[in-house]
């Protein structure tokens, strides 16, 4: 029990030296100081910065992977509250925790290349769960037949935006409910009025049927 405490506090002491000083900058010897532990301890539980690092993509994985659960495809009207959930869980989880958000956000492009392999694999299994939850969609006749990874890219650009935004600049004064809501709805249904969309979806197959035609004559 000690030794997990003691672990612990190294990992919340590099956090906060990371998100304070900077991946790049930080030590060693700046954490154990913030963690108030001997160095020789330090390496009791790990070999190095990166070391830590990667314990904290680590806990984070888990902690999200915990969050996702299901979507209740045989109950269609439920899917759209049941995402607005999760992703509202993520926001909560790095908004009680900014030192994470600024850790895998703003110091993400100071990591050396294998923290930054490791971070790029932590994206990479996120967006293997947004795809697998897409391919169901599709599979149950839910969504439309689009890249699914593709979307799951966009989909984490936008997530990673808005929680910079939001948690670490502080530019975007917004709810996080509306946030979610805005970010879900956009990404199912676009932003053009339901006429519109009709209508723009008609002309926009009118004039790719039209060239064709006349590429076919030519």
């Known amino acids: 029990m000690e030794k997990e405490s003691t672990r612990q ?10 998100a304070q000083k900077g991946y790049h900058a930080a030590g060693v010897s700046d954490i154990i100081e913030a963690a108030g532990v001997a160095r020789g301890t330090f390496y009791l539980y790990f070999d190095s910065k990166r070391d830590v690092f990667n314990a904290l993509v ?10 996702m659960t299901a979507l209740p495809l045989d109950e269609p009207e439920k899917i759209v509250p049941h995402l607005k959930s999760l992703v509202l869980k993520v926001y909560e989880f790095f908004e009680n925790d900014p030192d994470l958000a ?5 110091e993400a492009t100071s990591l050396d290349a294998q923290s930054w392999e490791r971070l790029n694999e932590a994206i990479s299994l996120l967006a293997d769960w947004i795809v697998s939850y897409l391919k169901q969609g599709r599979k149950y006749g839910v969504l439309r037949k689009f890249n699914p990874r593709i979307f799951a890219f966009m989909f984490l650009g936008a997530i990673r935006e808005l929680l910079m935004q939001y948690t670490i600049t502080g530019f975007l004064h917004a709810e996080l409910e ?3 809501e805005t970010l879900i709805d956009t990404f199912l249904f676009g932003v053009l009025e339901e006429k519109y969309r009709v209508l723009v979806t008609t002309k926009g197959k009118r004039r790719r049927t039209t060239k064709k035609t006349k590429g076919g004559e030519s």
């Open 102 to 106: 600024t850790l895998i956000i703003r």
């Open 58 to 67: 680590e806990y984070i994985i888990g902690q999200v992977d915990e969050m």
């Open 178 to 180: 509306e946030m979610v």
């Open 9 to 18: 506090r190294l990992l919340e002491a590099a956090k906060r030296v990371f």
